[in-house]
């Protein structure tokens, strides 16, 4: 007779454990099905939704996200500045940002975008890869959508010291820009059917944030007065194009093996041309010699 009890007890848990499996694979289906309206072309969604499923979580994109608001908090809190809309001596002392007189330092290249010229540059980026790179890392991954954002992060600081040679470099708008440019590529080419009801008013959103982190960009390269520092705003172009071809074509290739598609080869071998063009003027050609 005890037993019965038990057994009783076990069914009951077993049931509430199934409901719960229930309800978090409905969660999932449904965030995947909204995904996969705004980032995929109608004619794969259905194979996309075969596969999907909410393991691994978009671990790059958020990493990345923390590590800079991790800096931030690091220069703005821990080294109090004067106020936060745009940091000066702590920031621009920084082993991470990019500075012409010190890009021997390679790592500088690739972790300027870690550092942020003030509150308004962080929260400007951070919302623009968060609301582009978490639903791309969910169904590109986080190798593919990790590979567009450093090939945009490498390729805005070389034509900052190409382009803009004297000034310095801080910010993940190169990574950002990336990302949006490879998704918006997408959305061109395949835009009657990557626009869901009420898709412009998405596309009004990110154009709102792109503009006010440009207009924030000119505002330090063009107004700034004083003694305060001038910072290069040629990685939002350079990522953008970066994203615009190799993004393309990452984003392009969801159910396709990328090391197959000559185009990705054809968009490597461009991206490399151009850094190896620009690490030869770096050494032999720049004014900041």
């Not at 010229?117 to 986080?142: F, S």
């Not at 520092?229 to 984003?251: D, K, P």
Request: glycine share 8%; proline share 4%.
């Amino acid at each position: 007779m005890e037993l019965e009890p038990r057994n009783a007890e076990n069914e009951n848990l077993n049931e509430e454990r199934n409901t719960e499996a229930s309800q978090c694979t409905t969660w999932c289906h449904k965030l995947h099905t909204t995904v996969s309206n705004w980032m995929l072309p109608e004619d794969i969604r259905s194979r996309y939704m075969e596969r999907a499923n909410c393991l691994p979580p978009p671990l790059f994109i958020v990493s990345i996200s923390l590590a800079e608001l991790a800096v931030f908090i690091y220069y703005a809190v821990w080294m109090p500045q004067k106020q936060w809309i745009t940091l000066e001596t702590g920031t621009m002392e920084s082993p991470f940002i990019y500075k012409p007189e010190k890009r021997n330092e390679a790592w500088r290249f690739v972790s300027y975008m870690l550092v942020h010229a003030g509150v308004q540059h962080l929260i400007g980026n951070l919302l623009m890869q968060l609301i582009l790179g978490i639903p791309l890392e969910l169904v590109h991954k986080g190798h593919r959508v990790g590979l567009v954002y450093i090939a945009g992060v490498i390729g805005g600081s070389l034509a900052s010291s190409i382009f803009d040679p004297m000034l310095s470099l801080v910010g993940a708008s190169g990574g950002g820009y990336a990302l949006m440019g490879g998704y918006f590529m997408n959305v061109v080419v395949n835009f009657k059917q990557m626009l869901p009801v009420f898709g412009v008013f998405r596309l009004a959103f990110i154009l709102i944030i792109v503009g006010t982190d440009v207009g924030f960009a000119l505002y330090r390269r063009f107004f700034v007065e004083g003694n305060g520092f001038r910072v290069s705003f040629v990685a939002h172009i350079a990522g953008g194009l970066a994203g615009m071809t190799i993004g393309y074509v990452v984003f392009s290739c969801y159910d396709q093996k990328l090391l197959k598609d000559p185009r990705f080869w054809a968009s490597i071998l461009a991206y490399v041309a151009c850094v190896v063009f620009a690490i030869i003027f770096n050494i032999f050609l720049s004014p900041a010699s």
